[in-house]
């Protein structure tokens, strides 16, 4: 799992040693406060956050007064504490200030002034963020009692850089409910974390749910080799991301590492299917393609894909349904897991063998119980010929138990529970609901990842006709340059949110809240600047 495990940590600062006392804590930069409710604000840290933003206000109006556009530097302020920094931050903007109205500055001190005055902005802005967060137990006029968070791998570290205030400390389990204020540190090894995105877009991750990113490192990869599975496209995708890899804009370079990776994608599967923009390599290939234009249209070849996406798609649903059990457990919420989100894996599980049985029956209700023929997909994709009387005998009434369990189980635990029909009757309307809905739910998902199979087809009917053009020789492989560039642009970009679509809508719904709240710590550092603390030693 790559949510880390937090501890919560107690620390007690003497009011005199405040200043100090913070730039201690910013300076280990794995601090999170805690803001549980029966913790308040206290008056010296609102003076001191006051003070930090009316110096960010300065700084800030006298920019936009200018207009100005210096290069941004990254600027180091020294202080001892963190009351100290915000008069220093203070004295030194008003020095800027008297300075930038002298007429005979010359353009580069100018622009070196009013980069500074960017840095001095932001770092009084960070402060005003950070002592804002800051709540304290109620408690001695003399001293400050925080609460917070850090990892609990690097509590040692915390422990004996705050050793003069540390109190205690507790380790916070996973596997509990609630957790109403316990932030989620998100870790993952740099490959996985490029796609970190794709689940924080739909909120962060609760500290007792398991996050779904590795999950997604592995099968969007998987998803876009399929729908764009070429040797030589992929190859293009890969020498772009080389070249975006190291720009200096952080969102190419993001966009480079990325397509580094479906890129590789593209080229593994188009390996397997044998194909080098649109040309068949001289090797027998692991997997078919659907061939239009040397081999004329090969229905075989097109149901094989569309039954890998049926399949792929199951075993992603699958896995989605299986992480919602786990946050379940993890949450300690058992009816739930047990009375709504296992039956309804069960009927997933049994539900897509029971519909490819009455499929293989020509639909007939009557059939599909006494009919020999191969059950589809078992036998066509897997080579195992299974009856569909056999099929839908042994799924038929796992089936019915699956959506008799989702019909009334929450309502038998309810009103054993309250003994009370009245307040039941809320939970077996939620049955009604999810009976009836998710046989649907399923079906509709389960359908959606035919376009695997379907964007594979579409793009090997580019790839042939691309292929087509080389055999007019010079001039073919002059119009085949411009035409696979154009290919790899819409093709690429299509396959890309088709990709977000199975990942985002299909399957995260199936067990993601994201209403858990990121780890922040208090700081000392930014983009634009660097805050350098002298500490007196510790006694």
């Known amino acids: 799992m790559a949510i880390a495990q937090l501890s919560r940590v107690t620390l007690l600062c003497p009011r005199a040693d405040l200043g100090p006392f913070l730039s201690r804590l910013c300076d280990t930069g794995i601090f999170h406060p805690a803001e ?65 109205r002298n007429p005979d500055v010359d353009p580069v001190a100018k622009a070196q002034l009013e980069s500074e005055l960017r840095s001095i902005r932001d770092a009084a802005l960070t402060v005003f963020k950070d002592t804002s967060r800051i709540r304290v137990r109620p408690g001695p006029r003399r001293f400050l009692i925080l609460e917070g968070f850090v990892p609990t791998s690097k509590l040692p570290l915390f422990k004996e850089t705050m050793r003069p205030n540390f109190l205690s400390s507790e380790p916070i389990p996973r596997r509990q409910p609630g957790v109403p204020y316990v932030p989620s540190l998100v870790v993952n090894p740099r490959v996985v974390s490029l796609f970190e995105g794709i689940t924080l877009s739909l909120g962060v991750p609760k500290y007792n749910e398991v996050d779904p990113t590795p999950v997604v490192a592995f099968v969007f990869p998987l998803f876009f080799g399929i729908m764009f599975s070429d040797v030589g496209r992929g190859l293009l995708l890969f020498v772009a991301g080389l070249g975006l890899r190291n720009n200096r804009r952080d969102d190419f370079r993001y966009l480079g590492r990325l397509l580094l990776v479906l890129g590789s994608a593209s080229m593994i599967v188009g390996a397997l299917r044998g194909l080098f923009f649109g040309v068949f390599l001289p090797y027998t290939p692991l997997l078919p393609s659907p061939s239009f234009l040397v081999q004329g249209p090969s229905i075989q070849t097109v149901t094989f894909w569309l039954e890998v996406g049926i399949a792929v798609g199951t075993i992603h649903l699958s896995a989605g349904y299986v992480l919602a059990i786990i946050n379940r457990f993890l949450s300690k919420d058992y009816p739930e897991a047990f009375l709504s989100y296992l039956p309804t894996l069960v009927l997933y599980a049994s539900a897509i063998p029971f519909v490819l049985a009455l499929v293989g029956s020509g639909l007939s209700w009557e059939g599909v119980f006494t009919s020999t023929q191969p059950t589809p997909f078992f036998s066509t994709l897997l080579g195992v010929m299974v009856p569909v009387s056999s099929v839908a005998g042994f799924t038929f009434p796992i ?49 959606s990842y035919i376009r695997l199979g379907i964007l594979l087809v579409v793009e090997s009917v580019f790839g042939e006709l691309l292929a087509q053009l080389l055999a007019l020789g010079l001039l ?43 780890f922040a710590p208090l700081v000392s550092r930014g983009a634009s600047f660097n805050l350098s603390w002298s500490f007196a030693a510790a006694p």
């Open 399 to 447: 089936l019915i138990a699956s959506l008799v369990v989702l019909l009334l189980g929450r309502f038998v635990n309810s009103l054993y529970s309250t003994r009370s029909l009245r307040r039941s009757a809320p939970s077996l309307k939620d049955g009604v609901a999810d009976s009836l809905v998710r046989p649907a739910e399923i079906f509709v998902h389960t359908i």
């Open 476 to 518: 073919g492989v002059v119009l085949a340059i411009p035409g696979n560039i154009a290919v790899v642009s819409i093709m690429a970009f299509i396959v890309y949110l088709q990709d977000l679509r199975l990942n985002v809508y299909e399957w995260f719904s199936k067990f993601y809240s994201g209403v858990g709240r990121p």
């Open 36 to 100: 549980r409710s029966g913790l308040v604000q206290d008056t010296q840290l609102v003076l001191l956050s006051s003070r930090a933003h009316a110096v960010y206000s300065d700084a800030n109006l006298l920019l936009q007064a200018r207009k100005s556009e210096a290069p941004p530097t990254v600027a180091n302020f020294e202080s001892t504490s963190m009351a100290d920094l915000v008069e220093r931050l203070a004295a030194r903007t008003s020095r800027i200030s008297d300075e930038l």
